[in-house]
């Protein structure tokens, strides 16, 4: 069955909007995506009907809002299948869910004690275990990419060593696109003891994550990057790891039993959640993940091939764009540099004419100076995106290009 | 082609009715901007937006204050070309009386001097105030 993306579309009231007397078209999906009705319905639902704290309460908005609270964790356990509720920790986002490993880590290594991301990392999941290193010296150490933006599994492969403790990368990288082969890397890992943190930021959109089957320790992903809101995340951890994994922050919410000198900590997942949460965050999460469990996934995955394959397809075929990232498997990225003209003025131009992507490092300096480009302008795809829309960026580049010639 | 002024720039600018024209023609001024010297692209003069760099290099004679602006992206040049119609061999008195939001909105061009656009542009418009500020 193919997606209706017509029908889809309606129910994104943002996307409607002219920017400038010009349709939006919206091709910065791997920064945010839009969020459908159902999700702004049961942030408004929230609000309106139960808004109250979580957890505390002797009367019945608390308990509602506690129930929808909860349940709200119950569908994301079941959407990437984790052993168990426990295992799904709320977090402000990504960045929050990959410190929270960070700050664990940094406890437990020891002197020489290795740590293993790759070239192609976003900032939150390089400085974050860079930092964990240098204030337990550790090693950092950084598997090389190709220069399509594949990962050398070989070298990911002979860098492990008995010394490993930790191995971090992205499901998918959000500067090139490139899907990484994480079953295989994870299970590399796990034969040298240990652990491996997946930054499931750009992955968890496209659907199909297995925790389970992935083989990981950790999976950390954002609200706002899967149709839901901002300021919201989910760190997944395995229960056997998470167990003693050592707090992150201290406060209400997170104790057992509290003196003047002393506390003692809750179970999971609380521990590791202190304060009150971002409940209504994590309500329209749970609505953006029961919208997108509703597709059919298979249909939405090959719209989203085919948006990327006419990009691509489109893109080579223009003369003076070199496209950045050309890995074989690949998703939802194109990243290109035009001839002659910096990123940030080819961003200008298509803004001008509606079309939204995003220029510059892509939270990625490293990633940037070992491909030798000050940045890159790069558009992403989501399931709403048409055809018309890719043909309308590349009609919007030969203006830029001509423009800025 | 020469700089034109501040003035001449709204006047210019205000002629033109349809979008591809105005910004062909901050275009254009970003390519008339004087270069900066590489040597003096130091680190210290250096203003990074996540989108594109702005260098600074600012000096004083005779009560007024000289600038030397650039970038590496065509578009900011321009209406870095722009901010310096409006502040380059003036006195610190006249740059910080002059509405520098307020040219922009004659402009038309408001949206690119937002603190929310990674350009470098606010940051640079902040420094040269700064400067002006302390040579008062």
């Known amino acids: 069955m193919s997606l209706d993306v017509r029908a889809l579309r309606e129910q994104f009231p943002i996307l409607a909007q002219e920017i400038d007397g010009n349709p939006l078209v919206y091709l910065d999906n791997a920064a945010t995506t839009q969020k459908p009705q159902a999700v702004l319905d049961a942030i408004m639902a929230f609000y309106t009907q139960c808004n109250a704290n979580v957890h505390r309460g002797a009367h019945a908005l608390s308990d509602e809002a506690t129930r929808r609270y909860e349940k709200a964790r119950d ?16 977090t402000s986002g990504t960045t929050e869910g990959l410190n929270i490993v960070a700050n664990g880590i940094a406890q437990r290594l020891q002197e020489g004690d290795e740590v293993m991301v790759t070239q192609m990392e976003h900032h939150a999941d390089l400085v974050t275990w860079q930092q964990a290193c240098t204030r337990s010296r550790a090693i950092l150490k950084v598997v090389p990419i190709h220069d399509n933006g594949a990962l050398d599994i070989q070298a990911f492969e002979d860098m492990l060593s008995g010394r490993t403790r930790l191995v971090a990368l992205p499901h998918v990288s959000n500067a090139l696109g490139t899907v990484n082969p994480i079953k295989k890397l994870a299970a590399l890992a796990k034969q040298k003891g240990a652990l491996v943190v997946i930054d499931g930021a750009q992955g968890i959109a496209h659907g199909g994550v297995d925790v389970q089957d992935i083989g990981c320790d950790f999976y950390a992903f ?41 506390s003692t900590w809750g179970a999971l997942p609380n521990r590791l959640e202190a304060g009150t949460p971002n409940i209504a965050g994590a309500i329209g999460m749970a609505a953006a993940i029961d919208w997108f469990s509703k597709l059919d996934l298979e249909a939405v995955q090959s719209h989203e091939k085919q948006l990327l394959a006419s990009a691509t397809e489109q893109a080579m075929a223009f003369d003076g764009l070199k496209i950045i990232g050309s890995a074989p498997d690949k998703i939802g990225v194109l990243s290109f540099i035009i001839d002659g003209s910096h990123p940030a003025d080819v961003g200008f131009i298509l803004d001008r004419q509606g079309i939204a992507i995003r220029t510059g490092d892509h939270c990625a300096q490293p990633l940037m100076r070992r491909l030798g480009v000050p940045g890159t302008a790069r558009a992403s795809f989501s399931l709403y995106n048409t055809l018309d829309e890719v043909d309308s960026l590349f009609r919007a580049l030969k203006k830029a290009q001509m423009m800025l010639a | 082609m020469k ?20 910004y062909q023609y901050i275009i254009d001024l970003g390519k008339s901007l004087p270069p900066m010297d590489e040597a003096d692209k130091t680190e210290d003069r250096l203003v990074r937006g996540c989108q594109s760099s702005v260098w600074l290099k600012a ?46 909105q004659q402009l038309d061009l408001e949206r690119h001097i937002t603190p929310t656009r990674g350009n470098g542009l606010r940051a640079i418009v902040s420094k040269i105030q700064d400067i002006a500020r302390e040579s008062r």
């Open chain 1, 75 to 90: 569908s994301v356990a079941h959407f990437i299948h984790a052993n168990s509720r426990e295992e799904v920790i709320w």
């Open chain 2, 59 to 104: 000096h004083r004679e005779n009560g007024v204050l000289h600038f030397a602006v650039d970038s590496d992206a065509i578009i900011v040049n321009g209406l870095l070309a722009l901010v310096m119609a409006a502040y380059n061999n003036k006195t610190p008195e006249q740059i910080l009386t002059f509405d520098i939001d307020d040219y922009f």
């Open chain 1, 222 to 262: 954002s609200g706002h990057k899967l149709f839901g809101p901002t300021g919201i995340g989910v760190l997944w951890g395995r229960g056997s790891v998470l167990e003693d994994w050592p707090v992150w922050q201290t406060g209400g919410e997170m104790i057992a039993r509290v003196s003047y000198e002393a």
């Open chain 2, 3 to 22: 700089l034109p002024g501040s003035e001449e720039i709204v006047d210019d600018l205000a002629f033109f009715d349809d979008w591809e024209q105005r």
